[in-house]
């Protein structure tokens, strides 16, 4: 079973408020009162989300959560803190016991899509692991559904990826890193909420911030189940521009690795000839002149004349 989640605490009233939360949801809800009794239940069985208090009789939430790390490496950790808690529980991230924090008193919408990403991310990190490629194909079209408004977007990104790496003469194990790559570019996006996915307008500037984690969270999924270095780089960069001016990190020029460079350029000529609810996707012609403006600037201009020309031989 991939669908429980654990909550962790010592007043009966809040654990029954948080059960609530997720009733009706696929959620197999386990509760626990204190950090001995949770140890256990992990021990016993396989747990995907603990959500723990921190301020608890003998173990702390922390050091429970850190023990459950152990224990459980898959196990996506959750911690509840008060504000005085916020500085401890964010060095706690850092050191990799925690994987989120909430601050009471928590917002209901906010617990709930903690716990949705976690059972997501939990699932995406056990099935990716083996590194079964139909199973990795798999996981990302059900990623893909997520957004009703990318479907295909994955196998054309492979397809014209592949393209490039032809052009190249790649070696036959970058071009598999470009393939899997294509397909899970945008696996972090498990943890943008629906709405900000689904938003039919351009998104506040609040809501990109979100977005623009994606990359990072999706490294960080794929560190987790041991991909291949080259496939975590293209998740984690390909959001980055030739110029300097993209996300996360701001890497320019060669510094972008390969692969990460090849699915910009595939990335954003798929996003330009795809329908979207708010706009109609562009004739190819207007594609290949606005990639032109972004040769140089956002997109690596070598890659870009090598896309640009193996369209031109496409009908």
Known sequence: MDNAVLFVGDEANALNALARLVLNRDVRVLRAGNGEEALGIVRREPVA?????????????????????????????????????????????????????????????????????????YRVVRSLRPGDEAALHSIAQAIELRDPYTQGHCDRMAAFALKIAEGLSLPEEMRRAIRLGSWLHDCGKIGVPEAILNSPGRLSTADFEVVKKHPGWGAEVGRQANLPEEV????????????????????????????????????????????????????????????????????????????????????
Do not use: C
């Open 49 to 121: 989300v603990v959500v723990s208090d921190n301020l608890m009789p003998g173990t702390r939430g922390i050091e429970l959560l850190s023990q459950v790390r152990d224990l459980s490496p898959d196990t996506v950790r959750v911690l509840l803190t008060d504000t005085a808690g916020v500085p401890t529980a964010a060095e706690a991230i850092t050191r990799g016991e925690v994987s989120r924090f909430h601050v009471k008193p928590w917002v209901d919408e906010e617990i709930v899509h903690t716990v949705e990403e976690g059972l997501w991310r």
């Open 232 to 315: 975590i780089d293209i998740i984690l960069y390909h959001h980055e521009q030739f110029d300097g001016r993209g996300y996360p990190t701001g890497a320019k020029g060669t510094e972008i690795p390969l692969g990460a460079r090849i699915i910009a350029v595939v990335d954003i000529f798929d996003a330009m000839s795809s329908d979207r609810p708010y706009a109609k996707g562009y004739e190819r012609e207007e594609v290949m002149r606005v990639m032109g403006v972004l040769r140089g600037a956002a997109l690596d201009p070598e890659l870009v004349d090598i896309f640009l020309a193996g369209l031109t031989q496409t009908p």
